[in-house]
C-alpha cells in the first residue's frame, strides 16, 4: 500500500480549491447600494 502523504499536485488542488471559494466570497459581498436599501 502507498504511504499516506501529501503530493504535490494535492497541494495544488488544495489552493486553487480554497482561492476559488475565497473569489466566490469576495465576489457575492453586498454592495454599498444593497446595504443602504437594507438600513431603510
Known amino acids: ?9 494535492s497541494i495544488i488542488g488544495f489552493v486553487l480549491i480554497s482561492g476559488l471559494l475565497m473569489w466566490m466570497m469576495y465576489s457575492n459581498q453586498p454592495t454599498p447600494e444593497e ?3 437594507k438600513e431603510k
Not at 1 to 9: Q, R, T
Open 1 to 9: 500500500m502507498e504511504e499516506k502523504k501529501f503530493d504535490f499536485k
Open 35 to 37: 446595504l443602504k436599501e
